[in-house]
């Protein structure tokens, strides 16, 4: 660290509304706790159950796993954060939870990208589904979402710790997010700034693209089934997904795509929270609801150990 002489940032977290800070503490805990029970649940049924050994269900379990990483990195630093009115993180932890963050987030891009294939596989090329997303190509989708995962952000990062910071040193945010800490720069940050962007169009852009473009085909091929139940039965195949889909996307794209000008501090801090916290809880609940095999699975498992 070139010159560096700030060795820890403030997080100031909600300051805003710091009379509401004993609900949001347990508003968050709440949550934090159903979203590791749930998304474990899932890791460890998918990993037990006989009948949810195939592609679909193999990729929700590293969703899962993905989910439980992303929200462990921000929730127990913001609860934190939340109790104390703000509090100090060093500049390698600030570091180390940017790249968590960014790995993470990259990670479930890319696997709601190989779910979305899979879906169009499953709905489109129903005989060759077998052939084509076989176990070596569903082991190539992940290992190729994970180490993207590991790599990309270590780029980032590297550039990150070349960076000065002089001070002041307060993030106003409840997590090390990018923008606010290279504003705290007294170095130039462009070729940071070139390097995140040329990795945000293809991994959030383009693979948002490419999801919306498979989902259109599924559509026109599902409107060609005649039977009402049979366009039924294989639209819930995929609502569950697209629902998770309009989810992280949407809030991915309007804080990190859209330029930062149009929005406040306190409107980036609410998306924030959506794919951060509310995210990671909702996609248990949403496949569990809304997919039959798993219920069951749940329900065998149950069963067994009463």
Not at 16 to 35: A, C, E, G, K, M
Not at 128 to 144: C, D, G, K, W
Not at 150 to 177: E, K, Q, R
Not at 234 to 252: K, N, P
């Given at each position: 660290?070139?010159?560096?002489?700030?060795?820890?940032?403030?997080?100031?977290?909600?300051?805003?509304?710091?009379?509401?800070?004993?609900?949001?503490?347990?508003?968050?805990?709440?949550?934090?706790?159903?979203?590791?029970?749930?998304?474990?649940?899932?890791?460890?049924?998918?990993?037990?159950?006989?009948?949810?050994q195939?592609?679909?269900?193999?990729?929700?379990?590293?969703?899962?796993?993905?989910?439980v990483?992303?929200t462990?990195?921000?929730?127990?630093?913001?609860?934190q954060?939340?109790?104390?009115?703000g509090d100090?993180?060093?500049?390698s932890?600030?570091?180390?939870?940017?790249?968590?963050?960014?790995?993470?987030?990259?990670?479930?891009?890319?696997?709601?990208?190989?779910m979305?294939?899979?879906?169009?596989?499953?709905i489109?090329?129903?005989?060759?589904?077998?052939?084509?997303?076989?176990?070596?190509?569903?082991?190539?989708?992940?290992?190729?979402?994970?180490?993207?995962?590991?790599?990309?952000?270590?780029?980032?990062?590297?550039?990150?710790?070349?960076?000065?910071?002089?001070?002041?040193?307060?993030i106003?945010?409840?997590?090390?997010?990018?923008?606010?800490?290279?504003?705290?720069?007294?170095?130039?940050?462009?070729?940071?700034?070139?390097?995140?962007?040329?990795?945000?169009?293809?991994?959030?852009?383009?693979?948002f693209?490419?999801?919306v473009?498979?989902?259109?085909?599924?559509?026109?091929?599902?409107?060609?089934?005649?039977?009402?139940?049979?366009?039924?039965?294989?639209?819930?195949?995929?609502s569950?997904?697209?629902?998770?889909?309009?989810?992280?996307?949407?809030?991915?794209?309007?804080?990190?795509?859209?330029?930062?000008?149009?929005?406040?501090i306190?409107?980036?801090?609410?998306?924030?929270?959506?794919?951060?916290?509310?995210?990671?809880?909702?996609?248990?609940?949403?496949?569990?609801?809304?997919?039959?095999?798993?219920?069951?699975?749940?329900?065998?498992?149950?069963?067994?150990?009463?």
């Amino acid at each position: 660290m070139n010159g560096t002489t700030v060795t820890e940032f403030f997080l100031l977290g909600f300051d805003h509304v710091q009379s509401l800070r004993p609900f949001l503490f347990i508003l968050f805990l709440l949550i934090y706790v159903l979203t590791v029970v749930g998304n474990v649940s899932i890791i460890i049924l998918v990993s037990i159950s006989h009948r949810l050994q195939y592609p679909m269900y193999l990729f929700l379990r590293n969703l899962s796993i993905c989910d439980v990483l992303f929200t462990t990195n921000i929730v127990p630093k913001m609860l934190q954060v939340i109790l104390h009115g703000g509090d100090s993180i060093s500049f390698s932890s600030c570091v180390g939870q940017l790249y968590m963050f960014a790995g993470t987030a990259i990670a479930e891009c890319l696997l709601l990208t190989s779910m979305s294939y899979d879906r169009y596989l499953a709905i489109c090329k129903p005989l060759h589904y077998a052939s084509i997303m076989n176990v070596r190509r569903h082991l190539q989708l992940v290992t190729f979402s994970w180490a993207c995962a590991t790599i990309l952000p270590a780029i980032t990062v590297s550039l990150i710790y070349v960076l000065d910071f002089c001070g002041p040193n307060v993030i106003d945010h409840f997590f090390c997010d990018l923008a606010p800490l290279l504003k705290l720069s007294c170095s130039d940050t462009s070729t940071v700034q070139f390097e995140v962007f040329a990795q945000t169009i293809p991994i959030i852009v383009f693979a948002f693209i490419y999801i919306v473009g498979t989902y259109v085909k599924i559509f026109l091929a599902i409107l060609k089934i005649p039977s009402t139940i049979g366009r039924q039965k294989a639209f819930s195949t995929c609502s569950s997904h697209l629902t998770v889909v309009g989810t992280f996307y949407g809030t991915m794209i309007s804080v990190y795509v859209t330029p930062n000008r149009r929005q406040s501090i306190k409107v980036n801090k609410t998306l924030s929270l959506l794919y951060s916290v509310v995210t990671p809880l909702l996609n248990p609940i949403i496949y569990s609801l809304r997919n039959q095999e798993i219920r069951s699975a749940l329900k065998s498992f149950l069963q067994k150990n009463k």
